[in-house]
T-cell receptor
């Protein structure tokens, strides 16, 4: 069966510090991968998606970047965090078939 | 546009049925989904419906789709306290990456 992991689970970082969030998927190959941010107001905002190694599409211009160094690894990064980067970051992968996405447990980021 | 709208809150008594509604704007959507999010957790896929269907039933869950009105609903029969969560509808949108657009979420509160 497939599982998706995210770490860390929670993170408190000062403004201006770098960021690296990691997402890995087990039990599948060549998945589509997605990064979302969920702000306090609840809605999900798609940040990046990837259809393969080294292939990243950005949905929203921002302070963040993403990379996919391996087939089942997706990394969200920032060189300098802003207060507005605070939120709940969710990674998801897509299964072949009816396009449904499966989500990881999320990372709660607080920028102070 | 690709907006998906939901009411923010719903409160029901334990044992009653809950109906969560969603409207979407992309008439070319092929799949529509319902996800559940418990506090501090990722999103859990509950069910999905293909656009050529009017209804789908899965145990206590019934999904109704009205394509003419672009209206999707999720009915939960015999609602339990464990059903308290935020429920998101989502639609598959066009373009690359097999992306989903999520609604703003409906917070369901089940009272004793």
């Amino acid at each position: 069966s497939q599982t998706i992991h995210q770490w860390p689970a929670t993170l408190v970082q000062p403004v201006g510090s770098p960021l690296s969030l990691e997402c890995t998927v087990e039990g599948t190959s060549n998945p589509n991968l997605y990064w979302y941010r969920q702000a306090a107001g609840r809605g999900l905002q798609l940040l990046f998606y990837s259809v393969g190694i080294g292939q990243i599409s950005s949905e929203v211009p921002q302070n963040l970047s993403a990379s996919r160094p391996q087939d089942r690894q997706f990394i969200l990064s920032s060189k300098k965090l802003l207060l507005s980067d605070s939120g709940f970051y969710l990674c998801a992968w897509r299964k072949t078939g009816p396009y449904e996405q499966y989500f990881g447990p999320g990372t709660r980021l607080t920028v102070t | 546009g690709e907006d998906v709208e939901q009411s923010l809150f719903l409160s029901v008594r334990e044992g009653d049925s809950s109906v969560i509604n969603c409207t979407y704007t992309d008439s070319s959507s092929t799949y529509l989904y319902w996800y559940k999010q418990e506090p501090g957790a990722g999103l859990q896929l509950l069910t999905y419906i293909f656009s050529n269907m009017d209804m789908k039933q899965d145990q206590r869950l019934t999904v109704l789709l009205n394509k003419k009105d672009k209206h999707l609903s999720l009915r939960i029969a015999d609602t339990q306290t464990g059903d308290s969560a935020i429920y998101f509808c989502a639609e598959k949108i066009g373009g690359g990456g097999n992306k989903l657009t999520f609604g703003t979420g409906t917070q369901l509160k089940v009272e004793l």
